[in-house]
Nanobody
Framework: QVQLVESGGGLVQAGGSLRLSCVASGRFLSIVAIGWYRQAPGKQRELVATIGSAGSTNYADSVKGRFTISRDNAKNTVYLQMNSLKPEDTAVYYC?????????????WGQGTQVTVSS
């Protein structure tokens, strides 16, 4: 079984920064892709940023230039550095990974971490 555990959320003032971390653990061969999604109250879950096994990245337009995703393959960890935070960034942030197990790929979600940006 594969688990994702997020950390680093919290309350910050507009213009501030936070860094989220997500650690993957359990039985898997490799992480194909890993990233972050967020869900604000009353809204659908949306992509924030993803990073592939070779390091290719993809960002939502709303966070480009402010957020940076990175991964440490040796630690099975992905980070999301969030700068110049805005109140509209307030949401529960979820880590998501596509991991390869013996004969297939599996989609896994973390439990989420709350990010609140005050104006």
């Amino acid at each position: 079984q594969v688990q994702l555990v997020e950390s680093g959320g919290g309350l910050v003032q507009a213009g501030g920064s936070l860094r989220l971390s997500c650690v993957a653990s359990g039985r898997f061969l490799s992480i194909v892709a890993i990233g972050w999604y967020r869900q604000a109250p009353g809204k659908q879950r949306e992509l924030v940023a993803t990073i592939g096994s070779a390091g290719s990245t993809n960002y939502a337009d709303s966070v480009k230039g402010r957020f940076t995703i990175s991964r440490d393959n040796a630690k099975n960890t992905v980070y999301l550095q969030m700068n110049s935070l805005k109140p509209e960034d307030t949401a529960v942030y979820y880590c998501n990974a596509v991991v390869r197990v013996v004969a297939k790929s599996v989609d896994v979600w973390g439990q989420g971490t709350q990010v609140t940006v005050s104006s």
